[in-house]
């Protein structure tokens, strides 16, 4: 998985889960699910720096999302907001 190599390799990383995939959150826990280990990765790593909390809502996951532990982001109208990601210096990388 690109993003774990790319914290191993000493990058910053912080993973911004948007749109239809927040409503995935609960699947993900699955281990029938064929992405359980890489999700599982980005997790243990800590990579998942948070889900859209509008996305979340609109999608019916933003109790699990919260339930899992996972923070929601809602800078810009409940969305989260890339400037800020820009500013601090990160380079958005879309999967």
Known sequence: MKTKYMSEKGHDVKV???GSATK???Q???KNNPFYIKYQELKNYGLINCFCKACSNKMGS???VEKLGFSTCAELM???SMTKYIEQGYKLITL
């Open 78 to 80: 409940g969305h989260p």
């Open 16 to 18: 911004i889960v948007e």
């Open 28 to 30: 993900f826990e699955s």
């Open 24 to 26: 995935l959150a609960n």
């Open 62 to 64: 933003l109790e699990e």
